[in-house]
């Protein structure tokens, strides 16, 4: 009886780790295959064709920042808005690059061309925000959303201010004896 349920325990032990192995391996071959198509899709950026004709989300995230790197700003913005819809792994670093390929644009512009660079600003500070809304704690994406807002700060519009209703003071206040009203 002992040898049964020692033979019968070491089965079990072997059928798991052997269905952890063929796991790994099934990762593993996913991810050299993730892999090949992102050295293709690297290679095929600095040519002539700079279209991205992956079907793997990462490649085309892998080429579009190739194309980023390489300056083709019109390429590059096509490959990330194309990536817009794929999953939360690849959608929310090709929102983060978009973000800062339009902020990249928009500073190689001098400070003359203030009128180019103001649209690029709000849009990479849209970027910023759409990634930010899916993933808050995403400290890269929040840092360049204040550097873009130092960039192009928010006023609030005074015509917006002129139609809302006015806030009571009586509501504001405090209603507890001895409390302090002004900041500190």
């Not at 003359?112 to 994406?141: C, F, H, M, T, V």
């Not at 700060?153 to 509501?171: K, T």
Request: charged share 20%; net charge positive; aromatic share 8%.
């Amino acid at each position: 009886m002992r040898r049964r349920t020692v033979h019968l325990s070491f089965g079990i032990a072997a059928s798991l780790f052997g269905a952890v192995a063929t796991w790994y391996a099934v990762q593993l071959n996913y991810a050299q295959r993730i892999n090949a198509a992102i050295a293709i899709a690297g290679k095929g950026a600095t040519t002539a064709n700079s279209t991205v004709d992956s079907p793997v989300p990462q490649a085309q995230l892998a080429q579009a920042l190739s194309l980023a790197r390489a300056g083709k700003f019109n390429a590059a913005l096509k490959a990330y808005k194309a990536l817009l819809d794929a999953p939360d792994d690849v959608r929310l670093p090709a929102l983060y690059d978009l973000g800062n390929l339009n902020m990249r644009e928009a500073l190689k512009n001098g400070p003359g061309e203030a009128q180019r660079a103001l649209p690029l600003i709000e849009l990479a500070k849209q970027s910023y925000r759409d990634a930010l809304r899916s993933n808050p704690g995403d400290w890269d994406a929040r840092y360049n959303l204040e550097r873009a807002l130092w960039l192009s700060p928010e006023y609030d519009d005074p015509i917006l201010q002129r139609n809302q209703a006015p806030v009571h003071s009586e509501h504001a206040m405090s209603t507890v004896q001895g409390a302090k009203i002004d900041l500190p």
